[in-house]
């Protein structure tokens, strides 16, 4: 009966014990590879709420191109129509990368190494999209509409370049993060590791608690 007890206490121990070190940080073994992982969504999420502020702000300056001659001497009517795109879907694509962490099936289906695969593909599409259509814009437009010429279209063409920079840059850290978080979860770097007196005084300080809680059992 003894023997029993102690086994279960042990089993018990152990079980706790991996939990605990899964959730101060990183494996203690370098270059260790799990699939499940804490993801940082604090600053995550800061990134998408700025994406779709910015994206709504694009939206509003997009709807105000409305010189047909200025824009067909340029030949600009694709790269608008590919904005328009990016404009409306950016918002939407960001509201489902911040959903997928709050949707339960996700949660208990998924692992964080296919969360942040999924982030990191969305990412790079929209910062790729965002960077070639103002990149051909800026481009196209050359010395055309040069900050402070007076013309009215001018204007509006500048803050759409403003403001789709702007969405060149949250993208672009939002596709650093997923980086970083993979470089941080996968393979432990940039993360705190455990040495072998810490992990070893984590599982006496466990152990003790463990048998003062089964005094009173």
């Known amino acids: 009966m003894a023997s029993k007890s102690l086994g279960a206490r042990m089993t018990a121990l152990k079980t706790v014990g991996l939990t605990k070190l899964r959730t101060l940080g990183p494996s203690p073994t370098a ?6 992982f804490q993801i940082d969504k604090s600053a995550r999420f800061a990134f998408r709420g700025f994406q779709v502020l910015v994206a709504f702000a694009s939206w509003f300056f997009i709807g105000k191109l409305h ?12 790269a608008i129509q590919y904005l328009w795109f990016l404009a409306i ?4 694509l960001s509201g489902v990368l911040v959903g997928q962490y709050f949707f339960s099936c996700l ?6 190494i296919k969360i942040l695969t ?15 259509c103002i990149g051909y814009m800026g481009h196209t437009m050359g010395t055309a509409c040069a900050p402070g010429s007076g013309v009215d279209q001018c204007t509006n063409f500048n803050w759409v370049l403003a403001w789709g920079s702007f969405s060149i840059i949250f993208w672009f850290m939002s596709l650093a993060w997923d980086v970083k978080g993979f470089m941080k979860g996968v393979w ?6 455990l040495s072998d007196r810490e992990v070893d005084a984590e599982i006496r300080r466990m152990s003790r608690n463990q048998s003062r809680g089964s005094r009173w059992n």
Do not use: M
């Open 107 to 112: 949660n208990k289906s998924w692992s964080s």
């Open 118 to 132: 999924l982030e990191l593909i969305c990412d790079f599409c929209a910062f790729f999209g965002w960077l070639v």
């Open 188 to 193: 432990g770097w940039g993360g705190e590791r």
């Open 89 to 92: 879907c950016s918002p939407i």
């Open 67 to 78: 010189d047909e001659l200025l824009i067909e001497q340029l030949s600009l009517w694709p």
């Open 31 to 36: 270059g260790s590879f799990d699939r499940n």
